[in-house]
């Protein structure tokens, strides 16, 4: 079976559940649409949040969701996707992506990151937004760097939103005596739901119907079959659909996906 035979039986113009697609298109459901309100929460009050769900939730979808509804003349979107960079690396990136060539030295470093989110706001009036993904991969040092990096002003002020990303076993990490400090910072914590069967056959649905080709009989009644898990597994005259299970689905297209 070829992609190109998926695509001829279905009438698509593309294969659906792409990454490619723009924040607008995305599938609203209500898990998303409240992962996004409460992000966008955190942007506005500069505060400290934890957003958590199991692999393929949609998590870093919803993120992407809450910044592209940010003015981009009035906030600074610094996206830090690896922690694997160490405590040092995530100084670096935060300071690259701010516009600046990182200091070779860690406690230079560390003043120049604090430095240029401040400016952000007094000088540029832009108000940084530090996402930081994949954080249940974040070691210890790195945790307590974040935490002394959002004290400023003798902790009178906040300087930026930070919002870290991650899977469950961030929140069981935070809930350690080691991170209390950080923990009671956290002005939010959300766990993103996992899709009712309602959602999920409506997401199924709607990522087909956006690679449709076109709303032609013996088209249009596969994808929405496909919505519902009861597409015919035999083509025309008889013959099996190409590359289609018992569900009617193409071969492979169980697997989950973090969109």
């Not at 979107?77 to 690896?82: D, G, I």
């Not at 960079?85 to 406690?107: I, M, N, Q, T």
């Not at 079959?225 to 659909?241: A, D, K, L, M, N």
Request: glycine content about 10%.
């Amino acid at each position: 079976m070829s992609i190109d035979q998926v695509r001829a039986y279905f009438g698509f113009t593309k294969m659906p559940f792409g990454k490619s697609l723009p924040p607008s298109a995305l599938y609203r459901s209500q898990g998303h649409q409240e992962a996004v309100a409460r992000i966008a929460f955190l942007v506005g009050e500069a505060a400290i949040g934890v957003v958590t769900g199991e692999v393929g939730s949609g998590k870093t979808v919803a993120a992407r969701a809450a910044v592209a509804e940010l003015e981009p003349s009035r906030h600074s979107v610094v996206y830090l996707p690896n922690p694997a960079v160490g405590a040092r690396g995530l100084y670096a990136e935060l300071v690259s992506r701010l516009g600046a060539e990182p200091r070779f030295h860690k406690a230079a470093l560390i003043a120049q990151a604090t430095s240029l989110l401040a400016a952000e706001c007094s000088e540029r009036g832009r108000h940084p937004v530090v996402l930081v993904d994949e954080a249940h991969l974040l070691d210890s040092a790195q945790l307590e760097e974040l935490r002394l990096l959002t004290s400023s002003e003798m902790d009178s002020a906040d300087q930026f939103a930070l919002v870290l990303i991650g899977q469950p076993l961030l929140r069981a990490r935070l809930r350690l005596g080691s991170f209390a400090a950080l923990e009671q910072r956290l002005a939010l914590r959300y766990v993103v739901p996992p899709m009712s069967p309602e959602e999920t056959a409506g997401y199924v649905s709607h990522h087909a119907k956006l690679a449709l080709l076109t709303e032609l009989p013996g088209k249009h009644h596969r994808v929405a079959g496909i919505s519902c898990g009861r597409v015919p597994c035999h083509g025309r005259q008889g013959e099996p659909g190409p590359g289609l299970g018992v569900a009617g689905a193409p071969a492979g297209w169980g697997a989950q996906r973090d969109w």
